[in-house]
């Protein structure tokens, strides 16, 4: 089979759009690259992953012609085609909708991010497959979510604090939650746009997936960050540094409006939806 040949892009706004076609789990990526101006406002989602290792040692077959990919995107693409089940995966992933041995283009590219990323459906940010405990994370975050979600409705309707009760240091879930905040991703520098621009994100670990809000939410926790001496304990110095940082993080994408829906009965006052996390069939 050939190796695949791009085609140049043409326009200052012209990105590609990778399509994924269906597939067992067991067999190689395939589909076509489609070529779009973000002016046109198309329909996407994006990915955000580790590059990890540079081993190509894996390939996906695009309109007829081979591409290597790195591992950790094979990996990647895999899980979001099993995602989308008999549907076509319609997504823009860095490694593959940018020549990246074409330099101009690449640093053209780069200068688009703030646009594909605010423009894109969902951001689906990929972490690997389950480990380390990863398997408890989304039960532990449902019971912290809970908590602070019933300090803020006491909070409303009767006055009090907002001092949500978190699971006590023992809890097997701070260690989890720590391993899980050192995963790699965590500490890309692109993060900040992957994370903060996009309207939706989506977070997917081995079998599961958590709804942005669990996430942004906990980074918004103020009891989380007048209890950092005591998250080191129980999370680990980087784990809890981590959990620091991307407490701005939360408030960029707050002031941004992302994720918060306002009661137009009640100017200013969000609605607080509780989304919860869920197994992939």
Known sequence: MTTYTYRPLEGECSIRILGI??????HQLSGTLFYASLDDKPTFDTLSYTWGAPDFSSRITIDGQELAIAANLDSALRAMRSRSGTE?????ADGICINQKDIPERNHQVRLMHGVYS?????????????DGSH???GFLTKIYSSHIRSLINSCTRGQPVNPVLPLAEDS???ALGAFMRRPWFRRIWIVQEFCLPADIQMMCGRWELPSQYLVDLFGIDALGNASSGLTAVMGEEGARTLGVHSVHYRIRRALGRDMEIDMDTPGIPVLTIPHPFLKS
């Open 21 to 26: 076609s269906p597939a067992p789990d067991d």
């Open 136 to 138: 408890e994370v989304p």
């Open 173 to 175: 879930g701070w260690k």
């Open 119 to 131: 423009e894109c459906r969902t951001c689906l940010i990929y972490l690997g497959e389950e480990a």
């Open 88 to 92: 076509p995966t319609i997504i823009w």
